[in-house]
């Protein structure tokens, strides 16, 4: 007889398993089995005890004590929750950054300290700062931000031009033109006489990002628009929309008035900036 026959009639034979009263050897208890029957049985219970194990182990908090399992885990949660906070912390930067910049270009004043360009910004409405009346050292740093390329002031490339003359502007207000904008004089506005009172319109649709008052430039409502387009109202004698009001083209936002230091008569100051550049409004509008 082969050698796997052997085996074979030998996993095949029964044994009794019996239980017996120590003291008068009564039998309690007996099983009946095989060799082949006890493997398959142990085998099939060391495979449920394996699968409950890794059951118990995922959705339990057990897992914590496994060395290794938690550690993976952990320094993947920290990687996401660093990577979160990162992007947060960049994005509570870049907006700090433009709504200080946007207050400054409103206010009229240019902190060289504060000059910077923030990283990854949907506006770039930060190293451009609008005056109306610029001390030396001011025109000195406007001269070398332009020298340096980083701004284009002159009405920005020629891709930003002709992505802005695709828009239809509503005229803010209709009148005579006092004042034009006037690059080399740091004048990167129109001023627009007309009746005193007379209703101030938003030239595109559009978010309002500030409505208050400035010493220098009165009553002031500037509005977000797409494709990077910020409008500024200035000189205003009264404010119709509060921050974070959308409006729509040609929808009343304001009143002509002639409110801040810098005013010479009832007028709108009105500026139109593209990517952080101001551009001539004479270009797109008719007033």
């Known amino acids: 007889m082969s050698k796997r026959k052997k085996l074979s009639a030998r996993l095949k034979e029964k044994y009794k398993l019996v239980v017996l009263n120590d003291d008068t050897f009564e039998e309690k208890a007996s099983f009946r089995a095989s060799l082949w029957y006890l493997l398959i049985g142990t085998s099939a219970f060391a495979i449920i005890l394996v699968f409950l194990t890794i059951i118990v ?16 885990d952990n320094k993947r949660d920290i990687i996401s929750t660093y990577a979160k906070v990162d992007s947060l912390e960049k994005l509570v930067k870049a907006n700090d950054l433009y709504l200080e910049n946007l207050n400054q270009i409103i206010s009229g004043k240019l902190d060289q300290d504060k000059l910077s360009k923030p ?3 949907h506006i770039k409405s930060d190293s451009i700062k609008l005056s109306q009346k610029l001390s030396d050292d001011e025109k000195e740093l406007r001269k070398l ?5 980083r701004f284009d002031l002159s009405e920005g490339s020629s891709g930003a031009k002709s992505g802005i003359a695709t828009f239809s502007f509503f005229s803010p207000v209709k009148g005579k033109i006092s004042s034009k904008f006037d690059n080399n004089q740091q ?9 005193k009172n007379e209703n101030i319109k938003a030239t595109l649709d559009g978010t309002v990002v500030f ?7 009165g009553y002031v409502i500037a509005i977000q628009h797409a494709n990077n387009i910020l409008s500024f109202y200035k000189h205003c004698s009264a404010l119709l929309k509060k921050v974070g009001s959308f409006v729509r083209a040609g929808e009343v936002i304001a009143v ?7 005013t010479t008569g009832p007028h709108l100051h009105f500026e139109l900036w593209l990517n952080g550049s101001p551009v001539n409004p004479e270009n797109y509008i008719t007033f």
């Open 57 to 72: 182990i995922k959705i339990t908090p057990l897992r914590e004590y496994i060395i290794g399992v938690a550690d993976i």
């Open 256 to 262: 002509v008035g002639d409110s801040g230091e810098y």
């Open 211 to 217: 409505s208050n008052f400035t010493p220098e430039t």
């Open 145 to 149: 931000i332009e020298s340096e390329g």
């Open 119 to 121: 990283k990854d910004t």
């Open 187 to 195: 004048h990167y506005a129109v001023d627009v006489v007309t009746r």
